[in-house]
């Protein structure tokens, strides 16, 4: 099994008189700046003028724009979009880096893609936290910590790894633990979940749905049962606390527990798993980047298209339906 670097492993004093930029302040940027910044770093933000410099702004940091923060930080945090990783490499990363700088990203998809080149004077690494931004910011603030992966994809001064540790605590993932894997399995495992676990997840919800009302079961009764609850959300919390199956064991009543055992291996049928196996071949070999590619080219008119579809669906007028009569809530 892998070490996985927790505290002890890390040594913060690595970072203290280092200067560190984060490239947007979106979801993860916010979380892991203002960490960074409870741990006694100094940090800058690079960002574009709009709402998220304002958000930058309001919390006290120093905004500038992103050719500035390259220029002036040691440790660069890239928290954008895969997809604008590119520009940034090639405007500004690659013409105005300077030696011994280290980049770091929260995905791997840009690099196992191919989408840039680097300056061989440079160090890149990754860490990805297994978490959005709220809980990588609340369990920080509750002297805890998420899970995250961490990389040495390119080492020029030969320190990273030390370097990305630090981070790792200075940011709370060590609290929880840093686990090391490449960069492409990082992506191959982060797409294969976003390809195969949610279409399957989130369609056999809306299909099932249809088919409760089709069979004359109330459409509110049926979402709340569903998913919208909030019951399903919070077991699945306890399984990733207490393990798939002991979760399940203890908490589920003997009925519950005969139905799953009875209908498991009749409801993952070959069809389920051929699927598995051609998302898995699609990553592997490119293919759907490559189809990533063309939709990106074309303004994303498949999503655009997807979203505006489901706001007319029946399971979103059923949402709405929910929260105007019984609000928003979920299991604490």
């Known amino acids: 099994m892998s070490k996985i670097y927790k505290c002890k492993d890390c040594n913060l004093n690595l970072i203290q008189d280092k200067s560190i930029g984060v490239i947007g302040y979106g979801i993860q940027g916010r979380a892991q700046a203002l960490n960074l910044r409870d741990s006694g770093c100094s940090v800058i933000i690079g960002n574009n003028e709009d709402k998220y410099k304002t958000q930058a702004q309001e919390d006290g940091f120093t ?53 840039y080149s680097y300056p061989s004077y440079i160090n890149i690494g990754m860490l990805a936290p297994r978490a959005p931004g709220e809980p990588i910011r609340t369990s920080y603030l509750n002297n805890e910590g998420v899970p995250c992966f961490v990389d040495v994809v390119h080492d020029y001064t030969g320190n990273t790894l030390d370097i990305l540790l630090a981070l790792g605590k200075a940011i709370g993932f060590s609290r929880s633990g840093m686990l090391p894997i490449s960069y492409e399995e990082e992506t191959e ?75 498991m291996d009749e409801t993952i049928t070959p069809e389920i798993k051929n699927q598995m196996e051609k998302v898995i071949s699609a990553i592997k070999d490119g293919s759907f980047a490559t189809k990533l590619d063309v939709e990106e080219k074309n303004n994303y008119p498949q999503v655009t298209e997807f979203f505006n579809s489901k706001q007319k669906a029946l399971i979103t007028s059923i949402e709405k339906e929910i929260q105007n009569s019984l609000g928003n809530f979920t299991h604490k």
């Open 63 to 115: 905004v500038k724009d992103i050719l500035s923060v390259i220029k002036e930080s040691d440790i660069i945090f890239l928290l954008i979009p895969d997809e604008s990783h590119k520009k940034i490499f090639n405007e500004f990363i690659t013409p105005f880096a300077k030696e011994n700088q280290l980049f770091i990203v929260a995905h791997g998809y840009s690099l196992k893609y191919k989408k």
């Open 189 to 263: 495992l982060d797409l294969f979940i976003e390809h195969f676990i949610g279409p399957l997840f989130i369609g056999a919800v809306e299909k099932s749905l249809q088919l409760l009302i089709d069979k004359g079961y109330s459409p509110l009764a049926s979402s709340l049962e569903l998913y919208t609850s909030g019951e399903r959300g919070f077991m699945w919390s306890v399984y990733a606390r207490d393990g798939l199956y002991k979760a399940l064991h203890n908490n589920a009543s003997p009925t519950c527990k005969f139905g799953i055992s009875s209908y």
